[in-house]
């Protein structure tokens, strides 16, 4: 089974601030040569910052078919909290996940970073929801076994911000912009938590996507109330499959064996 090269995979690009430097509000620049990454330097950023986010996901482009991502700010439901729905990255603390493994792993699911998906929309049943999305290099081939995991995050409910609530996730597997298989809230994740979400599709030797570009969608539904969704360690690999045998092509191997059997016995 070989590994398909997916680029930003875990969204560590690029680099951000660890937890320690990130609560640092008030300051306008932060020296982060003690927060466990190689060199000394130091980054300015807004003096309200309260954690180190990244507008933009490098690897991965904008999936937003109904333009809801405008740059327009929208009151979230039951708060007075204005924003604008966005993706990015970020380096989550632990008041949005849990440690994983007593700590030892920080708190997301792989590395030190996370994408997430932010709707201010509550929800949007006219929507097809927004995202990021990745066209791979590699295309669908015939009689392959295709296997995609993406961890799927539920933020924790923050009392300085209102990310009560889960939107619901989307993951897709498509060739040629035609999709091939797909999950959405089919995993129960427990708030907090990163769960594993698996998309699986075998070809055929007929598809008519045959030699189309792969591509993965990773996209905040607005299925439910709550605002953001987290995405991370996405991983897909391709295995192929012998050809079945068709119902002559059996016949003519038990045919065959007979024949076998038959020159043996007169030997």
């Known amino acids: 089974m070989a590994s398909l090269t997916i680029l930003n995979s875990s969204f560590e690009q690029p680099v951000t601030l660890v937890p320690d430097a990130a609560k640092v509000v008030g300051a306008s620049t932060v020296d982060i040569s003690k927060t466990e990454l190689d060199g000394s ?48 990255i970020i380096n989550p603390t632990t008041d949005l996940f849990d440690p994983v493994n007593g700590g030892s792993d920080g708190v997301v699911a792989d590395g030190q970073n996370s994408l997430y998906v932010f709707s201010v929309d509550q929800p949007n049943t006219s929507s097809n929801g927004f995202g990021v999305r990745q066209v791979l290099a590699d295309v669908l081939k015939p009689l392959t076994q295709y296997d995609l995991s993406v961890r799927v995050g539920d933020p924790k409910v923050d009392p300085n911000f209102p990310l009560n609530g889960f939107p619901g996730y989307r993951v897709e597997l498509l060739a040629g912009g035609e999709l091939l298989a797909f999950d959405e809230n089919n995993l129960s994740i427990t708030e907090g938590t990163f769960g594993t979400v698996d998309v699986s599709f075998l070809s055929s030797e007929n598809d008519v996507n045959l030699g189309e570009k792969l591509e993965i969608r990773l996209i905040n539904p607005i299925t439910d109330f709550g605002v953001e969704v987290h995405f991370d360690d996405v991983q897909l690999s391709a295995k ?6 068709t119902g002559m092509g059996f016949a003519i191997v038990l045919g065959g064996c007979a024949i076998a059997r038959h020159f043996r016995r007169n030997a």
């Open 240 to 245: 192929s499959v012998p050809e079945p045998i």
């Open 41 to 88: 330097f130091s980054v300015t950023f807004p003096s309200d910052f309260s954690n180190f986010l990244i507008e933009g996901v490098p690897g991965w482009e904008l999936y937003d078919p109904d333009g809801l991502v405008s740059g327009l700010t929208k009151t979230i439901p039951n708060t007075n909290f204005d924003d604008v729905s966005g993706t990015g």
